[in-house]
């Protein structure tokens, strides 16, 4: 457990540090965070000290790459426009998108599974300005718990598109 605190420290690390990073930026971060986590497989067999060293490496460099998405946070949070329309757009995108998803499972349309990534990506975004603007706006402590799920949920969500995006496999 020490090193998945040790790993969530060095996400939270590198999203600080990615902070003002471009989106371009960002996507080669994710490719070599996923080419890090290639190599610790290699190197768990040979050296501890090597895979807990490509650990850290990917806990630094996946927080880089998604910094730029809670770039669209930062954008939330400091806007004073009212999101909420955002936020109800993002949510019928959403019930639109997992519609594609169930008629991708059964009908293959070629490039179908990019743009469906790319759509939920730009989804995510959506929810992450909102999600920020309410923890801008809260004054309610009890909402806390849930508005940080919110962010937890819109960036973990934005991690499995670029997975989608860049694993290549056909299903």
Known sequence: MSYVAATAGLFALGAYLGRNLTGGVGIVAFI???ATLIGMRFAARRSTQLAVGLL???GLLIGLAVAPTLGFGAAGYATRRDLAPIARLSFWALVALIVVGIVLIFVHIPGG?????VLGLVIFAGFTMFDFQRLRTSTDTAAAPLLAASIFLDVLNVFLFFLLIFSGEER
Do not use: K, T, W
Request: hydrophobic content about 75%.
């Open 56 to 58: 850290a490496a990917f």
């Open 32 to 34: 070599a965070a996923f």
């Open 113 to 117: 599974e990019l743009v469906y990534s």
